[in-house]
Structure formats: C-alpha cells, structure tokens
C-alpha cells in the first residue's frame, strides 16, 4: 500500500511541477505506468529463501491442478453460512471447487497466493482448503473466499480470472484450520 501511495506522490509531483507548465499526456502515463509497474514488483516477489521445503518442493513440481479463478465473498449478496462440509468459511483459505475434480477435503498450494500481502499485513503462505462447492463451479474452475464485504475482495483482485497454478498438498479431516494454524 505504501509503494502505491509513494507512487501516486510521484506522478502528482511530476505532473504538477512547480514550474507551472503543463506536462505532454505521454510523459504523466509513461511515469504513472513506471510507478505501477515498480509497485506491483515489490509486492509480488517472493524470497525463496523465506519458503519452508514444503513449499519450495510445491513451488518447483509440477502443478496438479490449472483452474481458473473467481472470488467470493460473505455478506451483500456474497456467500452466507457455512462451506458444504459444514464448516464456517475461512477468509483467504476456503475455496469452492468442483470435486469431480479438485476432491473436497483437499488442502491446495495455490502458487500465485504464495507472498501475497494480506489485509492484516500478514503475508500469504499458498496453502488453501477445497471445503466447498458451488452451483456455478463446473469444471476447472476455483472461487477463492476473501472474507466478509465486496471490500475483503481487494487483496486478491489480481487473481480474479485468472489460471492459477495447484498442488495437491495433502488432505484434511473436519473443518480447515484458522489462519495460525493452515501451513501445519
């Protein structure tokens, strides 16, 4: 969020130069996009170093599963109650899935997750839990729960329709773990 702020700082400092002249479009996009750009590369990398074995051997396999994503969401017209194992829904470690594919009870290594930098500043470690189902989920297809209000959908926007990379990290009895706990 920082580098996002330091770069709208930028481009406004730029584009409105004390020396009072109008700046050519192509240089005000060419600096935002330079900005944006450098934004989205800080907060993508990943240190290989940081990653335990697990992951790392996760990372570097071949992947299981390619689906394309979606997101949901509880509340204002998103999911409500509970995953269809009967489990309350975990933000940003639940996921629905069609398990004539991706088996229920599945705990996923969702590659692009790995390093993503969550709402409460934690960082993403990869893993999720195949705990649900949907009406709409046919096929290759994964909606990533984000939590509660359109607004827990901001940290993942970027993999919304996107195809992601899957490993088939192990299985899970009764409800997926708290967010503490996901990566044991």
Same mark, same amino acid.
């Given at each position: ?24 479009? =192509? ?15 800080? =907060? ?32 204002? /017209? ?10 309350? @829904? ?13 088996? *229920? ?5 969702? *590659? ?9 500043? =934690? ?15 046919? /096929? ?35 409800? @997926? @773990? ?7």
């Amino acid at each position: 969020m920082l580098n996002t702020a330091a770069a709208l700082a930028m481009f406004w400092a730029m584009a409105f130069s004390g020396s009072g002249e109008p700046q050519p479009y =192509e240089a005000v996009v060419a600096i935002d996009t330079a900005a944006v750009e450098t934004a989205v590369a800080d =907060e993508s990398s990943i240190d290989a170093s940081a990653l335990s074995a697990e992951q790392a051997e996760l990372m570097a396999g071949d992947p299981d599963w390619r689906a394309s994503a979606r997101l949901y969401h509880a509340g204002g /017209g998103g999911a409500t109650g509970n995953d269809s194992l009967g489990c309350r @829904p975990i933000a940003m470690r639940t996921v629905a899935v069609d398990p004539r594919v991706i088996p *229920r009870r599945t705990k996923l290594f969702i *590659r692009e997750t790995v390093g993503m930098r969550l709402a409460n500043g =934690e960082v993403h470690d990869g893993y999720w839990y195949a705990s649900d189902t949907g009406g709409a989920i046919k /096929g290759a297809k994964i909606d990533l729960y984000t939590g509660h209000g359109r607004g827990s959908m901001q940290q993942a926007r970027s993999l919304n329709m996107k195809t992601l990379t899957i490993a088939d990290a192990g299985d899970f009895d009764g409800c @997926p @773990p708290a967010w503490q706990t996901a990566s044991n």
